[in-house]
């Protein structure tokens, strides 16, 4: 299987002195950063890749291969 880059998700919000934070979490990891605003009560600002591939991660295989 091909390796792949993995995806970021960009979050920006403002902390308690109103200060912008920004970071980049990897996708699998994004759920928990997710869980933690609304616990929070934070409102941040979510932005995926301009560019996504979505794949059902099945490698394709010639006839030859088989």
Known sequence: MPLRDPMFIEFT?????????KTLVEHTK???FISAFVEREVEPHVAMPDEVVLSNQIDILTLQQR
């Open 13 to 21: 919000w403002k902390n308690k002195d109103g200060k912008t934070l």
């Open 30 to 32: 994004a759920q928990a």
